[in-house]
Nanobody
Framework: VQLQASGGGLVQAGGSLRLSCAASGSIVNINDMAWYRQAPGKQREMVARFARDGRTNYADSVKGRFTISGDSTKRTVYLQMDSLKLEDTAVYYC??????????WGQGTLVTVSS
């Protein structure tokens, strides 16, 4: 599985961005995909993901502001980020699980939120 993330950039606090992650490979299933982020000096954390029951899970810090969605025909997952805060500044990565673990990773896209 290869993952290509895009859509990062510089945005003012309160603004919005939409990240995209295009997947390729023979075992792609967008329900096995998720978004993570890693801020400077911090550990990588899960931001949003699909669950096997069709629901979505979000980190508490982004609930109500971020929305994960996907297009299986395009094999692409999106992360709509609204009401961005300074603390959302991070490199955002998309991932694809294998046997329940995030094994495959995209290259990351930088999101910088300014005041």
């Amino acid at each position: 599985v290869q993952l290509q993330a895009s859509g990062g950039g510089l945005v003012q606090a309160g603004g919005s961005l939409r990240l995209s992650c295009a997947a390729s490979g023979s075992i792609v299933n967008i329900n096995d995909m998720a978004w993570y982020r890693q801020a400077p000096g911090k550990q990588r954390e899960m931001v949003a993901r699909f669950a096997r029951d069709g629901r979505t899970n979000y980190a508490d810090s982004v609930k109500g502001r971020f929305t994960i969605s996907g297009d299986s025909t395009k094999r692409t997952v999106y992360l709509q980020m609204d009401s961005l805060k300074l603390e959302d500044t991070a490199v955002y990565y998309c991932s694809h699980d294998l046997l329940g673990l995030p094994i495959y990773w995209g290259q990351g896209t930088l999101v910088t939120v300014s005041s």
